[in-house]
C-alpha cells in the first residue's frame, strides 16, 4: 500500500497601486525602482502572496490572511518572501514538500520578462522548490487593463511520501 499523497492549491492576490510616492514595488522578492509601489500592510508583494496561498490551501492550513493578518501591526510593512518561508515551514512540518508553484501575474507595467529569471530565483530559493512566473497583460480590460493594479494567480503542487509500496 502506498503513503504517497498529491494536493494541489490555487493561490490569488491583488493590490491596487498606492499614491505613496516613497512605496517601493515589489514583485516576486525584487524591487522595480522608478515604478508605483502597490498599497498594503506588507510589503504588498502579489506573487509572494498567491504563492503563499496556493500552498497553504494544498496543505488544508487556511489562507494567508488567518496567519499573517493585516491587522496586526507585527506584520506592517513585513518582507513577503518571509511570509512565503514561513508558510512553507508550516507545510514542511505538516510533513509536506513542494513539488513547484506557478505563477501567472496580471499587469500593464511593469514589463516582468527584463526580471522573471530573478524572480524565479528568489521564489525558488525560498520554496526550495521550482517557482515559475509568467507575465499577462490585461490588454486594457477592467481595473487591471486601465493599469489601476496588479494582480496574480498560482497553482501549486505539494506532495507527502515516498510513492513506493
Given at each position: ?35 508605483r ?32 493578518p493585516?491587522?496586526?501591526p ?12 514561513e ?10 514538500s ?13 514589463k ?18 521550482p ?7 490585461a490588454?486594457?480590460?477592467g ?23
Open positions: 500500500m502506498s503513503d504517497f499523497a498529491v494536493r494541489v492549491g490555487q493561490g490569488f492576490d491583488v493590490h491596487r497601486f498606492s499614491d505613496d510616492a516613497s512605496r517601493r514595488l515589489v514583485l516576486g522578492g525584487v524591487t522595480f525602482a522608478g515604478e509601489g502597490l498599497h498594503g500592510h506588507s510589503d504588498a508583494d502579489v506573487i509572494a502572496h498567491a504563492a503563499a496561498d496556493a500552498l497553504l490551501g494544498a496543505a488544508g492550513l487556511g489562507d494567508i490572511g488567518q496567519h499573517f493585516d491587522t496586526d507585527k506584520w506592517k510593512d513585513a518582507d513577503s518572501l518571509a511570509l512565503l518561508a508558510v512553507v515551514r508550516m507545510i514542511t512540518t505538516d510533513g509536506w513542494v513539488g513547484n508553484v506557478d505563477c501567472s501575474v496580471v499587469c500593464e507595467e511593469p516582468l520578462a527584463p526580471r522573471r529569471d530573478e524572480m524565479q530565483a528568489n521564489l525558488s530559493r525560498v520554496v526550495g522548490a517557482v515559475t512566473v509568467k507575465g499577462r497583460r490588454e486594457g480590460l481595473a487591471l487593463g486601465r493599469r489601476e493594479g496588479i494582480a496574480c494567480w498560482a497553482a501549486a503542487v505539494i506532495v507527502r511520501g515516498t510513492g513506493r509500496e
